[in-house]
């Protein structure tokens, strides 16, 4: 997982068709708490706004054509799926616990709470959303977000480095928040883990041949080669990035990397 740069930009249909439907919910909801609150009534939410082109792009754009949480890179042919960070529909707020009625409706179409996912992750994470104090928990659009602490990354506003790391292509919480998140995304998952080690292994064989023909004039052409494609996988636009970059940090000081910029 890496961090994500939203642009500054919101896409217009969420500053007009989204602020409009999310000021309808908190209205709908403050005319009858009861019956939202005990699932008698439920919102209805439109994925032609904030599953708009315009919103999918952009989101696609920032996050490097990557899914937000285990970098697998969602080619044109793939969907991929729209991820709600805080849930907007229900709230899971851990293993087998009771859904909360109603979920972050109010944030349906804010553009800090837009994620693009795969669907594998998004499938993963559902309605879930755990806190370190569920009693901080904001249950309606009157009260505050600042009290929670989320147990889940948010690539935009984390920093994953600071929560996950790898031992070489072994996924490894470093925090709560990093091991929650890796458990119920299931980032460990074997499919996962052998499309990560496919790239692990290739990036790795370069690093060695950087190392074994650096100042060998003879074999020029396969020490720059091997820069070219180490300096590849260490983009952020590359998949796994994340995993590359905590794996070459070793190295990264040595004479024959020099030309490799971080």
């Known amino acids: 997982m890496i961090r994500i740069q939203l642009p500054l930009s919101v896409p217009n249909i969420l500053l007009k068709n989204g602020t409009q439907e999310n000021q309808k919910n908190c209205t709908l909801y403050s005319e009858d708490k009861a019956s939202y609150d005990t699932k008698k009534k439920d919102f209805t939410f439109s994925c032609k706004i904030y599953g708009h082109s315009d919103v999918k792009n952009a989101l696609k754009t920032a996050q490097h054509k990557k899914c937000c949480y285990c970098e697998s890179i969602s ?86 480095s600071q929560h996950i790391s790898f031992y070489d292509d072994a996924i490894i919480g470093k925090t709560v928040k990093g091991k929650t998140t890796i458990e119920y995304l299931k980032l460990d998952r074997a499919d996962l883990f052998e499309s990560r080690k496919e790239v692990f292994d290739i990036f790795k064989h370069f690093v060695a041949t950087a190392q074994k023909f650096y100042g060998d ?46």
Request: proline share 6%.
């Open 217 to 262: 004039v003879t074999y020029q052409n396969y020490y720059d080669e091997a820069l070219t494609f180490i300096q590849k996988y260490l983009s952020v636009s590359s998949k796994y990035s994340a995993m590359t970059n905590a794996y070459f940090k070793q190295f990264s000081h040595l004479p024959e990397f020099s030309r490799i910029r971080n």
């Open 75 to 160: 080619e044109d042919t793939s969907y991929g799926a729209f991820e709600h960070y805080r849930p907007k529909g229900a709230v899971m707020p851990g293993k087998n616990q009771r859904k909360i009625y109603p979920g972050y409706y109010w944030l349906a179409y804010e553009w800090k709470n837009l994620l693009f996912v795969c669907q594998r992750c998004n499938t993963n994470k559902s309605s879930y959303f755990p806190l370190e104090d569920n009693s901080q928990r904001a249950r309606n659009h009157t009260q505050a977000l600042k009290n929670e602490s989320p147990l889940f990354i948010h690539p935009v506003d984390d920093d994953p």
